[in-house]
């Protein structure tokens, strides 16, 4: 079992920036693909960022492309969502999540260890 928990939402202005943190669990968090998703209300949870376990494959949303950076540090269990360049359509509960695989996936489906989620709010 994986133990993952989010940290960093909080209530941002328009423009602003704000740094997610995600700490799991686990003495191979360097095998993990860790990924990052959102759900607004009344919206399906969607894909925002993944990085490989060794941070060699990173991919986004293209809503987010240019505005958010994903990494990882591995020496601390930690990967990191930066969010710049804040939206109102930014607002939702930020979740991440761990995939035990070989492959980089961007559905939600194949992750298997969720954290509780983190609330992001973003005002216009």
């Known amino acids: 079992q994986v133990q993952v928990a989010e940290f960093g939402g909080g209530l941002v202005q328009a423009g602003g920036s704000l740094r997610l943190s995600c700490a799991a669990s686990?003495?191979?968090?360097?095998?993990?693909?860790m990924g990052w998703f959102r759900q607004a209300p009344g919206k399906e949870r969607e894909f925002v960022a993944v990085?490989?376990?060794?941070?060699?494959?990173?991919r986004y949303a293209d809503s987010v492309k240019g505005r958010f950076t994903i990494s990882r540090d591995n020496a601390k269990n930690t990967v990191y969502l930066q969010m710049n360049s804040l939206k109102p359509e930014d607002t939702a509960v930020y979740y991440c999540?761990?995939?035990?695989?070989?492959?980089?996936?961007?559905?939600?489906?194949?992750?298997?260890?969720w954290g509780q989620g983190t609330q992001v709010t973003v005002s216009s």
């Open positions: 999540a761990v995939h035990q695989g070989l492959v980089v996936h961007t559905s939600s489906k194949e992750y298997d260890y």
């Open positions: 990085i490989s376990g060794r941070s060699s494959t990173i």
């Open positions: 686990g003495r191979t968090f360097s095998n993990y693909h």
